[in-house]
Every structure is written in structure tokens, then in C-alpha cells.
């Protein structure tokens, strides 16, 4: 025991700290949950592993140097290379004191005061280097672990991170980042890589991106699409924060996240959905078939009628020309009329997706209720209509907005069949409020009960013997989709409100 305690320790950390830089490079993480281990660095960490011990043992034996300290030392080296686990290591540390301490006591050391000294100051780094090592190896398989778990979250929910400069071309992104983009995992990512992964259509947005961070702005997000070399379309999200500044330039920390999947189940939501209101259009379409057979009918006897007294004006033995014209004028407006329902009913029949524009609500009110006008009346039911949203412009499709309307009216009209004819009032209004335009559907029908409220907008809820329960289901998903909001009040006896509200739209172009 002629080595002091202080030179053991200074030997044993440039020992470990030549072993960590050998191996930390040489060694991939043994924690990677789906990530193979490279049995090429695990046979080279063993071989050199294996030659460093056996270099230490050579030394250590040509200086006489004691065992126990010797064989923590290569323990500890191979700790370092990630080879021995925790329990190894302690075990043999056990293991050396306990050597030391029969040699100690075999070669009769306890008899002098500078071996007793000796061989406490080594019991004492043997010690201290252990719990020091084994700390550092429980931190360093902690942080290695927290990495694995971090790495599978990335994975399981295709989220990568990546940090970027707005001024510059280098990046760094996670392994899920490059997956994301479609880069080899070794690959170096620059901002030119990432923009030619940008969809074409998206590349002023993908560049404002770094002029925001240019600009050092706290926090970025944004919604792309990517186009891979197959063409194959994806949809990220990013959101990223501003780190730090240095020198002027900000670091970021972003995240990106591979939003396909949602995107695609969302559009094929919408298609459904679309898909729906379609179907029960036309099959209100076809309940409403005697109303509408009717509505167009209108028209068509005006026009005999105008066309018999028109030939009766030319037949005259002297033709009075001037009445003969305005029958022909009151001809041509009323096949105008039945041409101009036929169209509405074809464009509620037609299956396409909804287009939004702006238009004047009260106008499709009025056309809405030109299609129900002879159902309303075919049940006894006097309208109130007071529509005073005339300047109230509203974003929407015009056919699923009527489709609502229609399907409120036409609800209305049910609920007041079980009331006496003389109390049969069906009140339309509209109105601007706020910043949103307002149509209320209300009846004079038995209401609706508290019980039944919140259930009703759910699918398939109907208490109607033929019902199928969709009309309000749908109803809510089409004010949904145009940012609106749809409810309904009722005092039971006293009738029902429906009533939606939209969000009121700039009238200037
Ligand atoms: P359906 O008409 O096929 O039953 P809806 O979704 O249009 O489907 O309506 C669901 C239910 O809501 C109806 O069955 C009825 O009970 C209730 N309801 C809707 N409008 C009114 C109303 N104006 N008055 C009373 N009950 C109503």
C-alpha cells in the first residue's frame, strides 16, 4: 500500500474519463426502446474495453501496485464502457474492500501505525470512488432512459423536435424529424432540405417561417404540406418558441408533428358528413314532392291561362295587340318562376360539396320558404315572417343553409299538428345582433320538454313514429362547419324556438 489515496483518485478519473470519451462515441444507447443496438460498436466496445483493462493490469503489475484498487479501476473502466451494470460494479467494490482488508490484516499491517494509515485512506477513496462512479452511472442510465422514453414519445405520437435560426442554413432535428421529411437518419439538416420537402404551394408560408424567426419572433406556428419525391402529400403542424438570443440571433425549439392521418379522417368526416345532409335533403325532397308538385304547378296554370287569353286577344276581328303583349309578359314571368323552382330543387338534389359565399340571409330565408309555402299551408299553419337581417351578410352555402331552414320549418309544422287549426302560428324572424345575424323558427306546439332539450341535436333522437332523428343532428353539424352556433328554448304548452346565429360578414367586397 504505498500509493496515496490522491493519486489513486486522479488515476481512476483520467482512467474513466479516457473510457467515457472512447466509448460514449463508440457505445449507441443501450435504452432505445426500438432502436437496435449496432452489434459492430458492442464487439469494438468489448475488444477495446478488453485491451484498456488489460493495458492497466500490465502497468499496474510492472508498479507493484495493489490488487484491489487495480481490479476496481478496470471494473470501473468497463462501467464507463457501459459494459457492467451497477450491481457488477458494486459487487466487486465489495469485493476489493474486502481484499484489501485481508491483505491488510494477512500481512500483519495492523502492527504499523503508517500501513494501518495507508489502508484507511485507501478503504476511504475505494469507498468514495464507488459511490461516486455508481451515482454518476445511475444519472447518466436515468438520462439515457429519460432520452429512450422521450425518443419512443417522438415516435408514438410522429412528433420530432428541431431547432433552427432564422438567419441561418444549419438546423438539428430529432431521428422523427427526419422521418417526418423523409431523410436518411444521418443526413445534416439545412433549411434547403426542409424547403424542398415544401409543397410548392406552401413555400411563401415555409419562408415566412424564418423570416418570423429573423425577426426574433417569441413564438411560430404554423400548418404545411409536404410533398414527398413520390408525390405522396403529408400535413405537418409546427409550433415553435424562441429559446435564446445571442449576438443577435435567436435560437428556436420547435416541434413538428405529422398530422396526415387527422387531416385525412377529418376530410373523410366532412365527406361523410356531406354525404348525409345530401341523403336527407332528398329524402325531405321527396316528403315535400306534393308541395313542390305544387309550387310548380302555379306557374304552369298561370301560363295556360295567360297562353289561352293571349290567342282570345289575337283572335279578336280586330286583335288588340297591346292586351295580347302583356299576356305574353305575364307568360314569360311565370315560366321564369316554375324555371327558377325547378332549379332550387335541383340544386338541393344535386350532390356537391358545400361552397360558402356571401350572401344575404334574409334571401335565403325567402327562398327557403318558398319551397315549404305550400306545406305550411297544407297544415293550416299562418306564417309570420319579419325579416329584418336585410344588410347582414353571411358566409355559407346557400343550399346546406336552406336545408336547415327547411328542416326547422318543416319540424315546426309537425309539432303544430296536435293544436287547433286558429292557434297555428309558425313566426320567422331574423335579426342582427352583435356581430352575428339570428334566425328564430318559433311554434305554438305543445314545446319541448326539459328533459328532451340537451338530447336534441344528438343523432337519431326522434319522437316522432317515422322519424329518423337525423334533421337537427344535421342541422347542427352544417351551422357547425360555418362557425355558427344552432339551440333551442321552449316552455312546455307554449311552443318551441330554434334558433342558429352566424357569424355577420364585412359587407364590403
Ligand atoms: P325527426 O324529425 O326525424 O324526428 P329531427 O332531428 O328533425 O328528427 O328532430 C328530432 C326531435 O326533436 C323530433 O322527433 C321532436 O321530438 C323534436 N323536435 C324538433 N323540433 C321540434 C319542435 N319545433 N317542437 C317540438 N319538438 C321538436
Redesign the pocket.
Known amino acids: 500500500m504505498n500509493r496515496s489515496a490522491n493519486t489513486d483518485n486522479w488515476r481512476l478519473r483520467l482512467q474513466l474519463g479516457v473510457g467515457r470519451l472512447f466509448f460514449k462515441h463508440l457505445r449507441p444507447n443501450t435504452f432505445s426502446p426500438g432502436t437496435h443496438q449496432n452489434p459492430v460498436f458492442t464487439s469494438l466496445g468489448w475488444v477495446v474495453g478488453v485491451i484498456v483493462a488489460c493495458g492497466i493490469f500490465v502497468i499496474n503489475s510492472e508498479t507493484h501496485t495493489d490488487w484491489a484498487p487495480t481490479i476496481l479501476y478496470i471494473t470501473l473502466l468497463l462501467m464507463a464502457a457501459n459494459l457492467f451494470s451497477i450491481s457488477v460494479v458494486i459487487t466487486v467494490a465489495v469485493f476489493c474492500i474486502g481484499l484489501l482488508t485481508a491483505l491488510y490484516v494477512y500481512n500483519g499491517g495492523y502492527h504499523q501505525w503508517s500501513s494501518t494509515t495507508g489502508y484507511f485512506r485507501c478503504l476511504t477513496a475505494l469507498s468514495a470512488i464507488t459511490f461516486l462512479a455508481v451515482r454518476s452511472k445511475h444519472a447518466a442510465d436515468c438520462l439515457r432512459q429519460n432520452e429512450a422514453y422521450l425518443l419512443g414519445a417522438q415516435r408514438l405520437s410522429q412528433t420530432g423536435s428541431i431547432g433552427f435560426h432564422g438567419d441561418s442554413e444549419t438546423m438539428t432535428w430529432s431521428d422523427e424529424s427526419a422521418r417526418i421529411f423523409e431523410y436518411p437518419l444521418h443526413v445534416t439538416p439545412t433549411t434547403s432540405l426542409v424547403l424542398a420537402r415544401i409543397h410548392p404551394e406552401d413555400q411563401l408560408l415555409a419562408r415566412a417561417v424564418f423570416a418570423q424567426a429573423a425577426r426574433h419572433q417569441p413564438q411560430i406556428e404554423i400548418k404545411l404540406r409536404l410533398r414527398m419525391p413520390d408525390e405522396r402529400i403529408k400535413h405537418i403542424h409546427m409550433i415553435a418558441t424562441a429559446l435564446s438570443s445571442h449576438q443577435g440571433r435567436t435560437e428556436y425549439l420547435g416541434a413538428i408533428m405529422d398530422v396526415t392521418a387527422s387531416k385525412q379522417a377529418e376530410e373523410a368526416l366532412f365527406h361523410a358528413r356531406t354525404q348525409l345532409a345530401h341523403v336527407t335533403r332528398v329524402t325531405s325532397l321527396g316528403e315535400l314532392a306534393a308541395s313542390i308538385a305544387h309550387e310548380v304547378n302555379q306557374p304552369l296554370t298561370a301560363i295556360t291561362s295567360s297562353g289561352e287569353a293571349c290567342r282570345r286577344w289575337l283572335e279578336r276581328p280586330q286583335p288588340d295587340l297591346k292586351e295580347a303583349l302583356d299576356s305574353l309578359d305575364r307568360i314569360v314571368a311565370s315560366a321564369c318562376r316554375a324555371s327558377d323552382i325547378i332549379s332550387r330543387i335541383r340544386a338541393m338534389s344535386r350532390k356537391c360539396d358545400p361552397l360558402r359565399q356571401r350572401q344575404s340571409l334574409d334571401d335565403i330565408v325567402s327562398e327557403s320558404l318558398c319551397l315549404v309555402r305550400q306545406e305550411i299551408s297544407h297544415h293550416g299553419i299562418s306564417p309570420k315572417v319579419e325579416l329584418a337581417a336585410g344588410a347582414g351578410l353571411v358566409n355559407v352555402d346557400r343550399v346546406q343553409l336552406q336545408q336547415v331552414i327547411i328542416?326547422l320549418i318543416i319540424?315546426?309544422c309537425?309539432?303544430m299538428e296536435v293544436v287547433g287549426v286558429g292557434q297555428r302560428i309558425l313566426h320567422v324572424r331574423s335579426w342582427i345582433s352583435a356581430d352575428e345575424v339570428v334566425l328564430e323558427v318559433a311554434?305554438q306546439?305543445?314545446?319541448?320538454s326539459a328533459e328532451?332539450l340537451p338530447s336534441?341535436f344528438n343523432p337519431f333522437?326522434?319522437?316522432?313514429e317515422k322519424?329518423?332523428?337525423?334533421?337537427?343532428?344535421i342541422c347542427r353539424s352544417i351551422i357547425d362547419f360555418h362557425g355558427g352556433r344552432i339551440w333551442a328554448t321552449s316552455t312546455v304548452g307554449q311552443g318551441?324556438s330554434?334558433r342558429f346565429a352566424l357569424p355577420l360578414q364585412d359587407a364590403t367586397p
Do not use: E, Q, R, Y
Request: aromatic letters at 4%; proline letters at 4%.
Open positions: 328542416n319540424n315546426a309537425h309539432a311554434d306546439g305543445p314545446g319541448i328532451v336534441l333522437f326522434t319522437t316522432k322519424g329518423l332523428g337525423m334533421g337537427l343532428s318551441a330554434l
